[in-house]
């Protein structure tokens, strides 16, 4: 019988050098029965997205390029008063103007896209937006020129209202901070797309997950 065992692809799924999952130079095997031996802090992460990554999880890919320069942070974000402060997304921008849209995922599809918006990062790390439609959940927030077209990084943001941001935010980057003490052969890909099936199921369970 074929195995269940999930992977996460290296290359976009329509990649034509990538001859699918058994292709070991483009999927990096999850083995959750290795994490599990590795400690408490990996093995309770995956107890906490199992469902949601082992049913989609080209869902949460990300590119293996990645890394290489400042862009977009996956994080959480509050809403209040119509406003967000996307300042922990671009947490290692450069000050100066950006424009973004805001794409909402599938697990929010109460919400309704936003954008293309201005975003004025200032060197005290303040990003405050005006987005009087705007709906908690989880959103793709993607930088883009004045127009609209795409114009580089892109990231997962969970809008987050006041009584559930802290635990929201305390929760995923108490995640992130474990996960520099994972195994050093895992591939960054991957425990970024960890990361982003997490910060899907703070959303889902109303931010009360613990990694």
Not at 3 to 15: G, H, L, N, T, V
Not at 37 to 54: E, I, P, Q
Request: proline share 9%; glycine share 6%; hydrophobic share 40%.
């Amino acid at each position: 019988a074929a195995s269940a065992q999930p992977f996460i692809c290296e290359k976009p799924s329509r990649d034509s050098s990538c001859a699918g999952h058994a292709a070991d130079r483009c999927a990096v095997p999850l083995d959750p029965t290795k994490w599990k031996s590795t400690g408490s802090t990996l093995g309770n992460l995956w107890a906490a997205v199992r469902k949601l990554f082992t049913g989609d999880p080209e869902k949460y890919m990300v590119a293996a390029s990645r890394g290489l320069e400042p862009g977009l942070l996956d994080t959480v974000v509050p809403l209040e008063d119509h406003k967000i402060d996307l300042a922990p997304a671009f947490n290692e921008m450069n000050p100066g103007q950006y424009w973004v849209n805001l794409v909402p995922l599938k697990s929010s599809a109460s919400a309704t896209a936003s954008g293309p918006l201005e975003v004025q990062f200032a060197a005290n790390h303040s990003a405050m937006v005006a987005a009087p439609a705007l709906q908690p959940g989880l959103y793709r927030l993607i930088l883009v020129d004045q127009a609209g077209a795409p114009a580089g990084s892109d990231c997962w943001i969970l809008v987050s209202t006041p009584g559930n941001f802290t635990s929201a935010s305390q929760a995923f980057h108490a995640a992130v901070k474990k996960s520099s003490t994972w195994p050093k052969d895992m591939d960054p890909s991957a425990v970024h797309a960890l990361l982003r099936a997490y910060l899907e199921s703070l959303q889902i369970s109303g931010a009360s997950g613990k990694p």
